[in-house]
């Protein structure tokens, strides 16, 4: 299979998605959420033989950031059938179309590994917390976009297209439970199943995820304990997610794409 082909329709389709809802959101243009749904759930479906291809080939930086978009989209796409959550598409469906593209060009330099079922819920755990959170992080984007408009009195635009800020506040704490409870799963589940989770090329890792749990858990304490909301809640959101992203890609990138190792 030639890879670049459905890379490349995947990242049209994935960008034309997200154009429509970005112009939605700004009020140019009506809302079609069916229509931008079936345009990111046509990318994907482009999008996962990609993967498959890549896994198989050598998985590593360039395919596990594919892999965690293709997820990451898939989330979206599922929990907006519940949820007003399908804005976070605006950046998630470029981003996954670019992590397509760049892991065609790109080829990871990884090995495989024993997959035993311990590690397959290590796996799968990881990718859901990521997605979740990733989704979470733009959200909270969103949040405090919409707390900053509203305290300025600026009505007009993105904030008239937007869900209530008491509705988005609840969506985005919901979104840091569920990750939370998938990041428990995952950091549980490689403690018992990995031989040593902080050995050398992991403990970067560790280190960082756990950060990230102790982020979510305090915002999550603040809230229920001390009412935290807002903007609060917009930053450490933020920072948890930014340790995240660090504690999956981080060494990764740095080395297989600065270092070529």
């Known amino acids: 299979m030639q890879a670049l082909p459905f890379a490349t329709i995947a990242f049209v389709l994935y960008v034309a998605a997200a154009i429509w809802q970005g112009m939605t959101l700004f009020r140019r243009v009506p809302p079609r959420q069916g229509m931008v749904r079936l345009l990111g ?7 996962i033989p990609v993967v498959v291809k890549l896994v198989g080939a050598a998985p590593g930086f360039t395919t596990s950031a594919t892999l965690l978009m293709a997820v990451a989209v898939n989330v979206v796409l599922v929990a907006s059938l519940f949820k007003p959550v399908l804005n976070a598409g605006i950046v998630l469906f470029p981003l996954a179309g670019i992590a397509l593209i ?16 311990g590690i397959l819920l290590h796996a799968v755990s990881s990718a859901l917390a990521f997605a979740v959170l990733a989704i979470a992080a733009v959200q909270a984007v969103l949040v405090g976009l919409q707390n900053q408009a509203l305290r300025h009195h600026h009505i007009r635009g993105i904030v008239q297209s937007l869900p209530p800020l008491t509705t988005m506040e609840r969506v985005l704490f919901e979104l840091v439970w569920a990750g939370i409870l998938l990041l428990t799963v995952s950091i549980a589940s490689g403690l018992i199943f990995l031989d040593n989770l902080f050995a050398q090329h992991l403990a970067h890792k560790t280190v960082l995820s756990l950060g990230a749990w102790i982020i979510f858990t ?3 304490v603040g809230r229920y304990r001390f009412g935290w909301r807002g903007m609060r809640a917009v930053r450490w959101t933020l920072g948890g997610c930014a340790l995240l992203l660090l504690a999956y890609f981080g ?8 270092l070529n190792r």
């Open 41 to 47: 759930a046509l990318g994907l479906l482009l999008h």
């Open 102 to 117: 760049v892991a065609t060009w790109l080829p990871s330099q990884g090995s495989h590994s024993g997959l035993t079922p």
């Open 218 to 220: 305090t915002l999550l």
């Open 251 to 258: 060494s990764k990138f740095v080395l297989e794409i600065l």
